[in-house]
């Protein structure tokens, strides 16, 4: 977590930190980053982001739940538009997400995903869904989910608690990560991860069991 000393800078000085910082885990994964690239490139001395940040680490961490933060925000606003369809709002996440990154002008947000997907770990994908260091952070985030449930309508699932629907949107996550890899890994094109994406959403809709299989 960025020290008040970061958040007492004027803005611009904060972003260009901020930008340096992204362009920099763009080009290499946490654990090839530089910090002497960090901060060659924001034009400032060592001693300086040691009073801003604890690591390479805690700035890493601080721009990924600042862009979760974003998808936060999208997922609720996607959930409210569609009425709490939690399938029709995750789709549209994750189609505009990919959109998203194809189409990055300037490429840093689109690379510095890659980087996040494919050099995914038990760490980071915690650290998208709760900052277990930061109690603020922590706290905000599971307002969200309890924001995020209240929106969905639960009408036509077959779920009986809070608990599975929270476990139903942990599976959806699940498989929005495991096709982003897909994709970043160049295993498949936009269309075929779009149409994996939407038959698994579907399969999910669907169930498992044929109404046979329930007799049985």
């Known amino acids: 977590m960025p020290t008040k000393t970061f958040f007492n ?3 611009e000085k904060r972003q260009n930190l901020i930008d340096a910082a992204l362009r920099e885990f763009s080009r290499a994964s946490l654990a090839d980053a530089s910090i002497a690239n960090i901060i060659k490139d924001a034009c400032i001395p060592r001693g300086s982001f040691y009073q801003y940040f604890e690591d390479k ?3 890493f961490f601080y721009i990924l739940e600042e862009h979760s933060a974003r998808n936060r925000e999208q997922m609720m606003s996607l959930a409210i538009k569609h009425q709490g369809d939690l399938f029709t709002s995750s789709a549209e996440f994750f189609e505009s997400s990919l959109h998203r990154f194809i189409h990055d002008e300037q490429g840093a947000n689109r690379e510095f995903a890659r980087n996040i997907f494919l050099n995914m770990n038990y760490k980071i994908e915690y650290k998208l869904i709760l900052d277990v260091k930061n109690p603020t952070t922590r706290e905000r985030i599971r307002e969200f989910y309890r924001n995020y449930m209240g929106v969905i309508d639960t009408s036509g699932l077959n779920i009986h608690s809070e608990e599975e629907l929270l476990h139903l949107i942990k599976i959806l996550r ?3 990560i495991q096709n982003f890899i897909q994709f970043f ?3 498949a094109d936009e269309q075929e991860v779009l149409h994996n994406f939407r038959l ?5 809709k669907r169930g498992l069991y044929t109404s046979r299989s329930h007799e049985t």
């Open 174 to 176: 699940a498989i929005l």
């Open 200 to 204: 698994e959403l579907e399969l999910l």
């Open 185 to 187: 890994a160049g295993e």
């Open 9 to 11: 800078l004027p803005g």
């Open 57 to 59: 680490a805690d700035l």
